[in-house]
């Protein structure tokens, strides 16, 4: 195993005193000099060793093992009694040595067995020495020394092989080093490959190297990397301002690293001081060279190893941008002009490429053919022979080889392969760059949109296949994405584009309404406590509910064209604005802010200026439910677990991704009202793949919520999606269902509701396997809702939650807030809704706005997004008080008439709750004087006399005065003295027939005792208002009687068939 020190970490900036000496050379012959990597790797030994020796160096080479990664502020001594001890204790090796130089980074051990290596080399490889496993080791068998050689004169400069010579002369080499030209670009420098530590060392000390009347410096164990494409301004302050950049970032924590202002303070000060360098700062600036190229925009830094912090960044902000360190500089040729028939595969198997041209780099450019080399020695060879000749048609075809080189001038120019696509755009695609940390002046900001130059771009992405393609294509795929949003940039800094239509419209990018954007967190009050008429009245007598795949935005502007007020949610990320989209992400809310200015709204750090340039301002909902401008101190992100951001004003412009390649619009769409939303990502799921109840109850919280921001603000129409059912992992179904329970809590609130669900790449897993579209589309696709037929205490209808039924009438509701206080976990199946301390700590669902209409009840998810009470057996006659009633059972509204009703009847008393009546009734003093606030407190009526029908007290004038019954005003001759009614009863038609009118109508104006009794069966409405009906007891003996010729018996008892009061006798 093989070490190159070139990219290893830093050698501690101090001096070391001691030299590696490994204590078995201790052996040796007392004349022999070798030191332990003489040992491993020398050509030739001493001319004193003897044959002693070489065999005691040969066998000592087989047990020696190297650590390369000696770098951390440990004195030597302490280093090498950690090292042994830990080898000992946690793996039970014992090495003979231990020896530690940090003036190179390098540890040797010395260890007793040939077994005892292989098994550290090949098995353990790589050990802890703390335990925190923030300071590692690793093991290797041979290691690589990279220093460079820096020759001052760029002409006539010395050979590799004339360099390596006098390497060797001076520095005494045992093996000879190997000797490389570094770049094209920087010819004048040398990279070196050495062996031996004393010969780097020697070098260290040499410091110079003059070959003829040439002189280079040694820059001896240096890091090598590039900066490419750099900003002209930075060329033009020098190497010591980037040098000033460099260190100052590098003391800077990683996140204050982004801040680009601070970083240009910072490199300000420091360069300052360069006119008039400390010791210190002479020093530290001789760890690093840094030369420009300013025909190619490019620099080399060699820094020492012991700038270790240098070594672990990434890029470097300069200015208002982040440059991104680079290993290499890209070896690109352009191969032309290629005749549109020639086979590429051709051109590749030519001899002179020998097999180095990068997979998936090849691209068309007109006639010409960019392709980039993995190998430079071949590059240089190309460029070396100038051309190329190919079999074509069965003749010779010469080709020119020739260095690629950028178009300076982009301003203008679209994106193509030649400028783009197939150039800049790959030196990215190995990481995830942030569109923040481009340079202004990059062309991802100045060259005009193709869309299908794009389109064809990621067609062609889609293609590759195998595995090592597949990580290529993402990186391809997400760098596109990211030329869409540099674009997009671009577009809005300039406030103006041309449409990708056929016209090729002009489009000047104004909004007609400033950008405003508030944040609702948990303590944001959307409306006060109040009372409201009773029943409350919503909007629209029905809501419908749709589902289609289709794009968002598209229905969005379909919506608004209809003249509808539309709202979209924005499945945001909780803590990163926009998610993914700096780095190409590809999701919903990614995609808007491509297409938008919705950036503005979001990330206003993006750049600051197109705040003003877009009118935007930020505001946050206070807990007075005012809107407060947002101080510098606050900040939108994280979210609040149920909050939200609610941003109008957002201007649209471009199309669609696969379909359109995000061409770009002929006539904007302005005006769009979003509210961005976080689901929960990777929540727990039951096997079932349903949500647990905790993840459930909060996810109804949040989406309640989305619809209450939305309603306060003046919305009648939502467009919404599969929240969280992607790359979060929410289970599509019953996202849908809790959707379904917040919409039947809102019916009539809204006109529509639109589900806009396009299957993507994050479908077809096992809790989505047949996509997000089909499970909405089953649940809400064409359900239509309505407000509920009756409204009582505890039950929410949209947002307004029933705290009270007032008597007056009116209904007072609860203030609405995005978070009072946790939800339940155990929702609407809580056992503890009685426990006073237990409700003042957590939210309950509502009751069901259904009733006892309800046709859900087989809905598990239904079940618990509402409570479904008893209805009371009383009704409206209960006049059970206690809170454990009230909660567990549900009763009828108050009567609106209060005091005022006199509506004694059965049905109405169970139909309504009653305020008491008053103990004096229609007597009562107060009544008389017409006191409103008691009339309003106390009814004035006669109560219902509770033996109804079966009164026997109808000839007891009080009681008749005092309560009602459903008969008419009695007979004073009933029931056995009125011969009108028997004459009636025994209809003597024969009489005169005004006689018998008189009869009838004295019969139905008066009520009299039934004959039957309990046993009549006439329960006609006309019967019971002119019948008394007192129920006799039965005679116990029934039919079995012997008594029915005893008058006084029969007129005692009931007897079955046998009148009560029986006809006189003829």
Not at 185 to 202: A, C, N, Q, R, V
Not at 368 to 380: C, F, G, Q, R, S
Not at 1013 to 1020: E, K, L, M, T, Y
Request: include cysteine; aromatic fraction near 8%.
């Amino acid at each position: 195993m093989k070490r190159n020190f070139s990219t290893d970490h830093n050698i501690k900036d101090k001096t070391i005193s001691k030299i590696i000496e490994g204590a078995t050379c201790q052996q040796l012959n007392p004349e022999t000099n070798l030191n332990q990597k003489d040992i491993k790797h020398g050509d030739r030994l001493p001319a004193q060793s003897t044959a002693k020796d070489k065999l005691l160096i040969d066998q000592l080479s087989k047990t020696t093992v190297y650590i390369p990664d000696l770098f951390f502020d440990i004195s030597d001594s302490e280093l090498e009694k950690t090292i042994k001890s830990r080898l000992q204790t946690t793996n039970c090796i014992n090495a003979l040595s231990v020896r530690c130089d940090s003036t190179i980074g390098v540890g040797i051990i010395q260890l007793s067995n040939e077994d005892d290596k292989t098994r550290l080399i090949t098995h353990i490889q790589r050990i802890d020495l703390s335990t925190d496993s923030k300071i590692q080791i690793s093991f290797v068998d041979e290691i690589e020394f990279i220093s460079y050689i820096v020759f001052q004169n760029q002409n006539d400069l010395p050979t590799s092989e004339t360099i390596s010579d006098r390497w060797s002369e001076l520095l005494k080499s045992h093996r000879r080093p190997v000797f490389e030209v570094l770049s094209v670009g920087f010819p004048h420098i040398f990279k070196i490959t050495s062996y031996s530590i004393d010969e780097l060392k020697s070098a260290i000390l040499h410091d110079i190297i003059s070959i003829k009347h040439q002189v280079g410096h040694i820059h001896a164990q240096r890091n090598c990397s590039f900066l490419e494409n750099l900003p002209s301004d930075l060329i033009s302050k020098g190497p010591d301002y980037l040098f000033a950049c460099i260190v100052t970032q590098s003391e800077m924590p990683k996140q204050a690293r982004l801040d680009h202002h601070t970083c240009k303070r910072k490199a300000d000060e420091l360069f300052a001081k360069m006119s008039n360098p400390s010791a210190e700062l002479k020093k530290l600036r001789s760890f690093f060279y840094i030369q420009f190229n300013k025909e190619t925009s490019t620099v080399i830094i060699l820094a020492s190893n012991s700038q270790r912090k240098w070594l672990d960044m990434e890029c470097v902000s300069v200015g208002d941008s982040f440059v991104f360190k680079q290993s290499s500089i890209a070896f690109r040729l352009i191969i032309g002009p290629v005749p549109a028939d020639l086979n590429l595969e051709t051109i590749s198997k030519q001899r002179i490429f020998q097999k180095s041209i990068k997979t998936g780099t090849a691209q068309f450019v007109g006639e010409n053919l960019i392709v980039e080399l993995t190998d430079k020695k071949v590059y240089e060879q190309c460029l070396t022979t100038e051309v190329l000749q190919v079999k074509h048609k069965g003749n010779r075809l010469t080709l020119s080889l020739q260095s690629y080189r950028a178009l300076d001038n982009l301003d203008g120019s679209e994106f193509t392969i030649e400028n783009w696509y197939g150039t800049h755009m790959l030196e990215y695609i190995d990481r995830k760059v942030d569109i923040g940390q481009f340079d202004p002046k990059n062309a991802i900001f100045r060259l005009k949109w193709n869309a299908k130059i794009w389109l064809k771009e990621l067609e062609k992405s889609e293609k590759l296949e195998d595995s090592r393609e597949k990580r290529h294509r993402d990186g391809v795929r997400r760098m596109l994405r990211v030329t869409v949003m540099g674009n997009t940039l671009g577009i809005l800094r300039e406030q103006k584009y041309e449409s990708t239509d056929q016209e090729r419209t002009q489009v000047k990018l104004e909004s007609l309404s400033p950008l405003i954007t508030v944040i609702y967190k948990h303590e944001s009050k959307l409306d006060y406590s109040s009372e409201k008429p009773f029943p409350l009245q919503t909007p629209y007598k029905l809501t419908q509910v749709r589902v289609v795949n289709e794009d968002c935005l598209i229905v969005y502007d379909k919506l608004a064209s209809d003249r509808k007020r539309p709202v979209l949610l924005n499945m945001a990320n909780a803590f990163t604005p926009g998610g993914g989209y700096r780095k190409g992400d590809n999701a919903q809310e990614e995609n808007i802010f491509r297409r938008s200015n919705y950036c503005v709204s979001l990330d206003p750090d993006l750049d600051p200026q197109l705040q003003k340039t877009y009118g935007s301002k930020v505001y946050y909902c206070d807990d007075h439910g005012e809107r407060k401008e947002m101080r510098k101190d606050q900040s939108m992100y994280p979210m609040d677990e149920y909050g939200a951001i609610f941003t109008t004003g957002i201007l649209v412009f471009r199309d669609t991704e696969k379909e359109k390649g995000y061409c770009l619009l002929s006539k904007p769409i302005h005006n769009v009202s979003a509210i961005a939303l976080a689901a929960y990502r990777d929540p727990d799921v039951t096997k079932e793949n349903c949500l647990t109840r905790k993840f459930a109850v909060r996810t109804r919280k949040k989406i309640e919520n989305l619809f209450s921001i939305a309603l306060v603000n003046g919305y009648d129409t939502l467009v919404l999606s599969a929240l969280g059912c992607g790359a979060f992992k929410n289970p599509p179904k019953h996202i849908a269902l809790i959707f379904k329970s917040v919409i039947l809590q809102f019916a009539g609130f809204f006109k529509e509701i639109v589900f806009s669900i396009i299957d993507d790449h994050n479908t077809g897993n096992h809790l989505n396997p047949n996509g997000n579209f089909a499970p909405f589309q089953d649940v809400l696709d064409n359900l239509i809702v309505s407000p509920p037929s009756t409204q009582v205490k505890g039950m929410t209808i949209g947002p307004y939650l029933i705290s009270e039924m007032k008597r007056s009438g009116k209904i007072l509701v609860s203030e609405i807030l995005i978070n009072t206080i946790p939800p339940c976990d155990y929702a609407a199946s809580c056992n503890r809704q009685n426990d006073q301390q237990h409700l003042r700590d957590f939210s309950h669902p509502p009751k069901c706005p259904f009733g006892s209409e309800c046709t859900e009840t087989k809905d598990d998810v239904h079940l618990s997004c509402f409570i479904h009470p008893q209805h009371c057996r009383e009704g409206g006659q209960c006049v059970k008080e206690d809170e454990r009633h009230l909660s567990d059972f549900d009763h009828p509204n108050f009567c609106s008439d209060e005091g005022n009703c006199t509506n004694m009847t059965l049905s109405h008393l169970n139909q309504y709750r009653h305020v008491p009546l008053c103990q004096h009734g229609l007597d009562c003093d107060e009544l008389l004087r017409k006191s409103a606030a008691h009339i309003q407190k106390l009814r004035h009526c006669r109560k219902a006399c509770r033996f109804g029908g079966n009164c026997i007290n109808f000839h007891d004038l009080k009681h008749i005065r005092a309560e009602t019954h459903p008969f008419k005003d009695p007979c004073p001759l009933t029931p056995y003295a009125c011969v009108s009614y028997v004459r009636y009863l025994q209809r003597e038609e024969k009489s005169d027939r005004d006689e018998f009118k008189d009869i009838e109508n004295h019969c139905l104006r008066y009520a009299h005792v039934c004959p039957w009794g309990r046993q009549c069966n006439d329960s006609s409405e006309k019967h019971l208002e002119v019948s008394i009906h007192i129920a006799r007891e039965m005679c116990p003996n029934s039919k079995n009687c012997t008594e029915m010729m005893n008058d006084e018996h029969l007129n005692a008892f009931t007897h079955p068939g046998i009148r009560d009061i029986r006809y006189r006798c003829r």
